[in-house]
């Protein structure tokens, strides 16, 4: 009990050793030390008793031996080890008063524990089951590298016997190729001296070779030099020619111009005959239109005349009932002077009656029925004056019905007609003065025509002066010809007639067809080219293969498409190219713009154009112009697109 007092003292600030005093504690001193280590305790007594009398639980002993172990007191260990005996001591004594209160609790704890333990038991039990499998895996697998570890070291005994085999073979054959170095090499060592001794003999023959290659150069050289000269003779003469043909040509592309522009008023004036030839089918619809409409209006007359007769039968008819009437009304009038009043209305009454009875056309009329009902009217005002001048003269006659039966009539059908007539006059204007346009119109076309056949007569005309001329030419040319055979040797050698009568004819067709327009030129343009390609054959043949080259060789000499100008460089150049001169050409009709580009039909995805930018300019712009947008030319700004068309199987 001292010590359990020390311990009390010890936690509250006192100062005591274990044989002090003993000393009655109060329960707040006990449970300020044990509420250091757990809040959870609460006593039945607050006031001052014995400790061994206080009601303490199980908690209360671990706390109070939790407190001795972390209390820090600086003691030797037999003195620590006595005062923990003395404490378990006192406390088990404190603990047998109150193991009533407690032994439940206690059991309820083991049995939980039991659980734990018997749960983590079968939780060991199955990691050992998993650990079984898992070695049992293990030796599997042991065992399987085993296998495989004999295997490869099987392999890499049966290699290492390989192995020294080979280096036992590749010793053998490395002695092999040292014999075998060694005896190339004295072969190549004799080979070398056998090749020299060959390539001196060469370059001795080398040498003289070049000796006899500079005497025969020397001599043909000399023989070119002489044909040369008399090449150049002739050249100069072909040049004159050329100029003259040069001057040919000019004239035929103003002719070439002349036909254009005849071709363009031909045009116009076809365009004219057309809409002549339109305007006369038309004035024949427009006369019969007129003719029926005639016709419809002879008709219409004779409508006319019969609703005329049938309109005074009619009036006649009407006539004659009005005089029956009148006699009616004559014989009322006197049987109304006899009768009385009520007498009289009743009797009017009946004779209208039968009258309406006997007469039932008059009934339909809406005139008669009115007459009627004023008649009665005025008759029923009369029997209640009772005077007899007054009937009379209260009656007024119905107005005449001619006026009204005419008008029915008249204004539907005479109206119609009326307009009809109107019409059919405005139409008739209307074609007098397109008639009286196409008149003139046509008088002009006629004097163009005149004039452009006077033209044409002209030019006729200076056509046969010029072939005329030209026939005389060719009988000159002729003659110089048959001179120049009798002067050459040369039996193969032929000089080109360029005022020939096959020559003339292809540039004077050359000239005509460039005047035809492009729709017109299908034909023409292959006559053009086959022609072309023809003289251009010709003169290659014709013309001997030293002058050629000697041509070739001379720069002082112009080719063919450099004294050719206008429209023979034009289809020189599309040759050339392997084109046809007409997509060369330039439209007139339109500018190229963008919304309304050139058209050019290709098979392929690119193509060659060559624009000619102005009318007069005689060079050609070429360019490449591929499938897809309008493209520009380079020069003038015009508008092309190539539209690509595929080849008919």
């Known amino acids: 009990m001292g010590v359990l007092y020390f311990l009390c003292n010890a936690a509250t600030g006192y100062e005591c050793s274990v044989r002090a005093r003993p000393r009655a504690v109060k329960v707040s001193e006990i449970r300020y030390l044990l509420d250091s280590h757990s809040s959870d305790y609460a006593f039945r007594h607050a006031q001052t008793v014995p400790v061994n009398k206080v009601d303490i639980s199980e908690r209360l002993f671990e706390n109070v031996w939790a407190a001795v172990n972390n209390t820090k007191l600086d003691l030797p260990p037999k003195t620590y080890k006595k005062l923990s005996k003395e404490i378990l001591r006192d406390l088990c004594g404190i603990w047998s008063g109150a193991h009533h209160l407690w032994l439940p609790a206690e059991v309820d704890r083991l049995t939980r524990e039991l659980r734990e333990t018997t749960h983590e038991k079968i939780q060991a039990a199955e990691y050992g089951l998993a650990v079984l499998e898992d070695k049992q895996q293990l030796r599997e697998r042991f065992d399987e590298l085993e296998t495989d570890y004999e295997a490869v070291r099987h392999e890499l005994e049966q290699l290492k016997k390989a192995f020294g085999q080979a280096y036992s073979t590749h010793r053998k054959m490395a002695a092999d190729g040292e014999s075998r170095e060694e005896s190339l090499i ?63 040509y000019k004239d035929y592309s ?7 522009s005849l071709q363009k008023q031909v045009s116009v004036l076809r365009q004219n005959q057309v809409e002549f030839k339109g305007l006369k089918h038309e004035i024949r619809r427009l006369e019969e239109d007129s003719q029926c409409l005639h016709s419809q209006l002879e008709e219409a007359v004779c409508l006319r005349e019969i609703g005329e007769r049938q309109l005074t039968e009619a009036l006649e008819t009407i006539k004659t009932e009005r005089e029956q009437k009148a006699t009616l009304r004559k014989e009322l009038s006197h049987y109304v002077t006899i009768g009385g009043s009520v007498y009289n209305g009743s009797f009017s009454i009946s004779i209208d009656n039968l009258k309406l009875h006997e007469d039932p056309s008059a009934a339909t009329e809406p005139d008669n029925d009115d007459l009627i009902r004023g008649f009665e009217n005025g008759l029923l005002k009369a029997s209640e004056d009772d005077e007899d001048n007054k009937r009379l003269g209260a009656f007024k006659p119905a107005p005449s019905l001619v006026d009204d039966l005419l008008s029915e009539l008249n204004t539907c059908e005479i109206q119609k007609l009326k307009q009809q007539l109107m019409q059919v006059e405005r139409e008739k204007v209307v074609l007098i003065n397109s008639l009286q346009e196409s008149q003139k119109q046509l008088e002009q076309a006629y004097g163009t025509v005149s004039e452009e056949k ?51 004819q292809c540039k004077y067709t050359v000239a005509m067809s460039f005047s035809v327009p492009r729709s017109l030129t299908t034909m023409a343009g292959r006559f053009l080219r086959a022609c072309l390609t023809s003289t251009m054959q010709l003169r290659r043949n014709l013309t001997a293969r030293p002058l050629h080259r000697a041509m070739a060789t001379l720069k002082g000499i112009p080719t063919d498409e450099e004294q050719a100008t206008g429209l ?48 007069d300019n005689t060079a050609i712009v070429w360019f490449w112009l591929h499938e897809g947008p309008s493209q520009r030319c380079p020069s003038c700004g015009s508008h092309y697109k190539l539209v690509h068309h595929e080849l008919p199987h």
């Not at 010029?466 to 000089?495: F, I, N, P, T």
């Not at 190219?577 to 392929?604: C, F, R």
Request: charged share 35%; glycine share 4%; with cysteine.
């Open 186 to 248: 004295l072969e190549s060592v004799s080979k070398e001296a056998l090749y020299q001794q060959k390539l001196l003999e060469q370059q001795n023959e080398l040498r003289q070779s070049k000796a006899s290659f500079t005497r025969v150069q020397a001599e043909c050289l000399a023989s070119i030099i002489l044909d040369m000269r008399e090449n150049s003779e002739l050249a100069e003469l072909q040049r004159g020619q050329l100029r003259d043909d040069i001057r040919e």
């Open 254 to 260: 103003k002719l070439k111009e002349e036909n254009i």
């Open 454 to 504: 006077e033209t044409v007569n002209r030019l006729t005309e200076n056509l046969s002066a010029m072939r005329k001329l030209q026939a005389s030419r060719e009988r000159q040319s002729a003659l110089d010809c048959k001179k120049d055979r009798d002067s050459h040797h040369d039996g193969d050698y032929y000089e080109l007639d360029i005022n020939g009568p096959e020559i003339l």
């Open 568 to 615: 023979e460089r034009r289809a020189l150049q599309a040759l050339k190219l392997g084109k046809d001169p007409y997509s060369m050409l330039k439209p007139k009709e339109y500018a190229g713009t963008k919304e309304d580009p050139h058209i050019v039909p290709s098979t392929v995805n690119k193509r060659l154009v060559g624009c000619l930018c102005e009318e």
